[in-house]
């Protein structure tokens, strides 16, 4: 587990949680009233405020994290087993949990990112990637010419916390909620740049709308690992290189899955 762990108050704004996350380089805060865990907030719960309509005519200045956290939260004691803590993750689809003793009071948080770790270290030569990693079929993809509130859109779909931007059967892109946490979408009033377009006939006032792309917030020319790799050297590589996931691919560098983070604790849940 890590520990200390990075915490908010319920009564916080979401404003002061997304620049905690940013200054602190975390994707999860936990939630205390005093030194108990009540929820927690992670960078898609504030992605999934900005689908509320209600939500997103706001600023993040005037939303409460209590408004957007998850709640009750799911917890691991600290004396329980590796297994125990991966088992609790898939079962209740969450991919951090908060340690606490026996007295319920918050010593450490497990994620995702710790567990990978310990698959990189423990498992190496076991499994190749295409074992455990997710196939094509049902992956969020899109084109690099698509909004980013499609990206939105298929993350919420499909439970991911990335999608895919290809261009034919090559992986050139990728988007994580990183990169769409702190977004904001404009304001009805200016979501356009007003200008003329003249013609031979008349000047006639436009309005430009600024959408941006997936082209325009991707992470261009992402790592990608090989189907037949070994699963604990990527691992690794997701360690070394700070990602939480990346495209998978054949010997042609087609794009035939993706695996991430939460595939290693799939593993170790299943007690191999």
Not at 228 to 238: C, Q
Request: proline letters at 4%.
């Amino acid at each position: 587990m890590q520990s200390p762990v990075i915490v908010v108050r319920s009564v916080d704004t979401v404003a002061h949680a997304r620049n905690l996350m940013l200054r602190e380089k975390v994707s999860r805060l936990v939630v205390v009233e005093g030194d108990r865990p009540v929820g927690t907030l992670t960078r898609r719960d504030i992605i999934r405020s900005l689908r509320n309509y209600r939500l997103r005519k706001r600023d993040f200045e005037s939303i409460i994290v209590s408004e957007v956290m998850r709640s009750p939260v799911t917890m691991v004691n600290e004396e329980d087993s590796i297994t125990d803590a991966a088992k609790k993750m898939v079962s209740g689809n969450v991919k951090g949990l908060p340690v606490v003793d026996d007295r319920g009071e918050l010593v450490g948080i497990v994620t995702k990112t710790d567990l990978t770790r310990y698959f990189s270290e423990s498992f190496r030569g076991r499994f190749k990637v295409k074992e455990i990693s997710q196939g094509r079929e049902g992956l969020p993809i899109i084109h690099s010419s698509h909004t980013v509130f499609r990206a939105m859109d298929l993350m919420a779909e499909t439970f991911a916390d990335r999608v895919i931007v290809v261009d034919d059967t090559k992986p050139i892109g990728i988007i994580t909620e990183t990169d769409l946490s702190f977004i904001r979408q404009q304001r009805s009033g200016n979501s356009f740049r007003k200008g003329s377009r003249r013609d031979a006939e008349a000047v006639s006032p436009t309005r430009i709308y600024l959408l941006p792309t997936a082209a325009d917030v991707m992470t261009p020319d992402p790592t990608v690992v090989n189907e037949s790799e070994d699963a604990g050297i990527a691992a690794g590589m997701l360690i070394e290189k700070g990602i939480g996931g990346m495209p998978v691919v054949n010997k042609k560098g087609d794009l035939v899955g993706v695996i991430t983070k939460f595939d290693f604790v799939k593993v170790l849940a299943k007690e191999v």
